[in-house]
């Protein structure tokens, strides 16, 4: 069993990254909060409210961070690291709820009717603003997320994104409202805003389920599978005979992987534990920081090349 620590510095640049993510949802809120008063458009009231979650979400996603990178306990043998699962599903969730609730608020408009927006021009640069910030911060917690292996960040980059395109599509309905004067497509864009919100957060949060439940990661898989082929096929040294058995999963940028590795039965313990150890080395190289663990078996194929090889040169 070969184990990979994690990378200190890698977990600073997480955490700081959160910590950005949260000045930055506290600044957004700000600026579309004082839009919407200034206004009273609902499609802005809409926006407001995402960001609300965007603090939260986070929030969330530093503390799931900090919490996953405590060491394994007698507790939790394999870490703390499916707490990140856990803060991409609630995001999912208040994203969701977030959507419902400017769905309902739509409603209400619809039913009681509604004034005219007032002071677009002031609103619209406020709003603006908070979708640069938006952007540039969900692009750059997007890309550190994949980098440094963390679902929560990944997820908190992907909210603000889809943030941003929601944004935008505020930005538009107040254009269109400006130029023809016609109240109801405010509402019409918020009530748009809800719908998609509720889709991607419903999206996101069955994404944190299949992350908690072990759902296998197909590009790990195929990283593990091509170091082991090369073993196989002897283009690598060492070579091995076959192989089988590969499981692994990964709780936020930590794996844990466990194989089956057929050698020649010649082979003595001492040879088949140097084998092991270089070939995990290897497979964590491809996936990232966490824990390898090949079991070795002796090969039972009579057709077997490499067994063959092996005979001759015991003879």
């Known amino acids: 069993m070969v184990t990979r620590a994690p990378d200190p510095t890698v977990s600073r640049r997480a955490r700081r990254a959160a910590q950005w993510a949260i000045a930055v949802g506290f600044a ?12 009273g458009s609902d499609a802005v009231f809409s926006d407001a409210l995402e960001s609300i979650v965007n603090i939260i ?30 803060s991409a599903l609630a995001e999912g969730v208040l994203v969701a709820a977030a959507g419902l609730v ?6 209400g408009t619809v039913v009681r009717g509604r004034e005219a927006i007032a002071d677009i021009d002031i609103g619209f640069v406020l709003v603006l603003a908070s979708a640069v910030l938006n952007g540039v911060t969900g692009f750059l917690l997007l890309r550190i997320g994949r980098s440094v292996g963390s679902a929560a960040l990944e997820g908190d980059g992907r909210h603000l994104l889809s943030d941003l395109w929601t944004t935008l599509a505020v930005l538009t309905g107040l254009v269109l409202v400006k130029v023809t004067g016609q109240m109801w497509i405010d509402t019409a864009v918020a009530f748009g805003v809800g719908a998609l919100l509720a889709v991607v957060g419903t999206r996101m949060a069955l994404k944190g389920v299949s992350s908690i439940i072990g759902l296998s990661d197909k590009e790990d898989h195929a990283r593990i599978v091509a170091v082991l082929e090369s073993h196989r096929a002897g283009a690598s040294d060492p070579a091995i005979c076959s192989y089988a058995s590969v499981r692994h999963r990964h709780q936020g940028r930590i794996h844990f992987v466990d194989m089956h590795l057929r050698v020649p039965r010649t082979m003595t313990v001492a040879e088949s534990h140097d084998i092991a150890s270089a070939i995990e080395r290897e497979v964590l190289a491809a996936v990232g920081e966490g824990t390898a663990t090949a079991h070795m078996e002796p090969c039972g194929d009579a057709a077997c090349a490499r067994c063959a090889a092996s005979s001759v040169g015991a003879s």
């Open 28 to 39: 957004g809120f700000g600026l579309k909060t004082t839009g919407w008063l200034l206004t």
């Open 102 to 107: 400017i769905l309902t608020h739509c409603v």
């Open 57 to 86: 979400a986070s929030v969330g996603a530093f503390l799931a961070i900090s919490y996953a990178e405590r060491p394994p306990d007698e507790d939790h043998p394999y870490g703390h690291g499916p707490m990140e699962f856990v």
